[in-house]
Every structure is written in structure tokens, then in C-alpha cells.
């Protein structure tokens, strides 16, 4: 799939959302996508995305890991999960305005790509951690919302998902 924005009908740009670093005028986030490969699921994208203007807004009372430097992405989750007592599966978005581009530092000989998001979509919002860890019993509850909405995901469930 990889970095893409949602179609005309609506179809594709689903990713997820790691780790956020909120700043006054935009919000970086640590984003990825995956793509299936056989039975498997395996990262096409994953990268530093920049949200602005109607993106930013819209992640401003979303919690997740932060992005800290020198801190692993796997122990800002560890420590996200402690703080708030739940699980965290990373938050599942559908792009919906996107733009790439590439500048080129003379000085540093090096070319930098960066992506924007303007707008997106978010995805099953109950399926990121926003509810506390649950049993078994409620995990097969929520596999099966989860596959109300396989649609969003191309036919697979959520809890399908390696990402």
C-alpha cells in the first residue's frame, strides 16, 4: 500500500498511528503501513509524518506514546501501557489528504522527503488503548466489532492485523 492517501470511493490510505509529538501549529507522528504479502502482513511504510491544519486539530485530544529522544518506540509503548493501564495496538487511521515532497540540502549533499497529512479519518477509535485491559471473554467481544468494520481493512479483522 504504502504512504497513499484514501481514493474517490473511499478505498485504501489505512495505516497506524505509534507515537505522537504534539507541537503548537503541528503534530508529528511516527506512522506506518503495511501491505499483505501471501498470508503475511509485512511494513511497506514507516516513517516521521507531519499532521497540520485540520490533521493536527483532530489529534489534539488523542493520547498515545510520545515521541522522546533516545527512547525506543517499543519503551514509550511499554511505558504509555503502564501509565494508562491498557494495551495499545497503535491508533488506526484512513488518510484522506496527503502531500509528499523533497527538498535538497547543497550544503549537506543530502535530499529529504517529507510527508504531510491534511486530513484523515479515524479508524474504530475503541480499538487503540482508549479502554482498560479485558478479559478473554471481552476480547472475542471486540474481535467481533472488530469484524463489522473488516471492510475498512480490506476483509480482515482488526485483530487480524500485525499492525
Same mark, same amino acid.
Given at each position: 500500500?504504502?504512504?497513499?492517501?484514501?481514493?474517490? &470511493?473511499?478505498?485504501? $490510505?489505512?495505516?497506524?498511528?505509534? %507515537?505522537?509529538?504534539?507541537?503548537?501549529?503541528? =503534530?508529528?507522528?511516527?506512522?506506518s503501513t503495511n501491505k499483505k504479502n501471501g498470508d503475511e502482513y509485512e511494513t511497506d511504510f514507516s516513517g516521521y509524518v507531519r499532521f497540520i491544519n485540520d490533521?493536527?486539530?483532530?489529534?489534539? !485530544?488523542?493520547?498515545?506514546?510520545?515521541?522522546?529522544?533516545?527512547?525506543?518506540?517499543?519503551?514509550? =509503548?511499554?511505558?504509555?501501557?503502564?501509565? +494508562?493501564?491498557?494495551?495499545?495496538? $497503535?491508533?488506526?487511521?484512513?488518510?484522506?489528504?496527503?502531500?509528499?515532497?523533497?527538498?535538497? !540540502?547543497?550544503?549537506?549533499?543530502? +535530499?529529504? =522527503? !517529507?510527508?504531510?497529512?491534511?486530513?484523515?479519518?479515524?479508524?474504530? &477509535?475503541?480499538?487503540?488503548?482508549?479502554?482498560?485491559?479485558?478479559?478473554?471473554? %471481552? =476480547?472475542? &467481544?471486540? %474481535? #467481533?466489532? #472488530?469484524? +463489522?468494520? %473488516?471492510?475498512?481493512?480490506?476483509?480482515?479483522?482488526?485483530?487480524?492485523?500485525?499492525?
Open positions: 500500500m504504502g504512504f497513499r492517501q484514501a481514493d474517490a &470511493s473511499g478505498r485504501g $490510505g489505512y495505516g497506524r498511528i505509534w %507515537a505522537l509529538q504534539k507541537e503548537e501549529k503541528y =503534530t508529528i507522528a511516527r506512522y490533521a493536527h486539530r483532530k489529534l489534539a !485530544n488523542v493520547d498515545a506514546p510520545k515521541i522522546e529522544k533516545g527512547v525506543t518506540l517499543k519503551d514509550s =509503548t511499554l511505558k504509555f501501557e503502564k501509565q +494508562t493501564g491498557t494495551s495499545f495496538r $497503535g491508533i488506526p487511521v484512513q488518510l484522506t489528504s496527503v502531500d509528499v515532497t523533497t527538498s535538497y !540540502n547543497k550544503e549537506k549533499e543530502t +535530499t529529504y =522527503t !517529507n510527508f504531510i497529512v491534511w486530513d484523515f479519518e479515524l479508524q474504530d &477509535s475503541g480499538s487503540y488503548g482508549s479502554a482498560k485491559k479485558t478479559t478473554k471473554k %471481552a =476480547t472475542k &467481544s471486540s %474481535a #467481533a466489532k #472488530a469484524k +463489522t468494520k %473488516a471492510e475498512d481493512f480490506d476483509n480482515v479483522a482488526d485483530d487480524d492485523l500485525p499492525f
